[in-house]
């Protein structure tokens, strides 16, 4: 993903913060294949990476305004893993 990509999340991270249920579902559609790919590698279970991806997604919008962090994507994949 090049710098202009990660601005782009980067700024749509900081408008979900603020409730913006569009900014997340962009936010969701880049990064939840990326997500549910690397949750695959690591438990080779198709089901159960799509569950824990999912809980992640939400666990995001209901912390969204506690989170901080300057890398949004990395927050995510951490807490993926």
Same mark, same amino acid.
């Given at each position: 993903?090049?710098?202009?990509?990660? &601005?782009?999340? /980067?700024? $749509?991270?900081?408008? !979900?913060?603020?409730?913006?249920?569009?900014?997340?579902?962009? =936010?969701?559609?880049? =990064? @939840?294949?990326?997500?549910?790919?690397?949750?695959?590698?690591? $438990?080779? &279970? /198709?089901? =159960?990476?799509? &569950?824990? !991806?999912?809980? !992640? @997604?939400?666990?995001?919008?209901? +912390?969204?305004?506690?989170? /901080? #962090? #300057?890398?949004?994507?990395?927050? $995510?994949?951490?807490? #993926? +893993?």
């Amino acid at each position: 993903m090049d710098q202009g990509q990660n &601005d782009t999340i /980067e700024k $749509l991270a900081a408008l !979900v913060k603020g409730s913006n249920e569009v900014a997340f579902n962009s =936010l969701f559609n880049q =990064l @939840w294949e990326p997500m549910f790919g690397y949750a695959k590698s690591i $438990l080779m &279970d /198709e089901a =159960l990476s799509q &569950d824990i !991806v999912q809980n !992640v @997604w939400v666990d995001y919008w209901n +912390r969204r305004k506690q989170i /901080e #962090t #300057t890398n949004i994507k990395a927050y $995510l994949f951490k807490a #993926t +893993r």
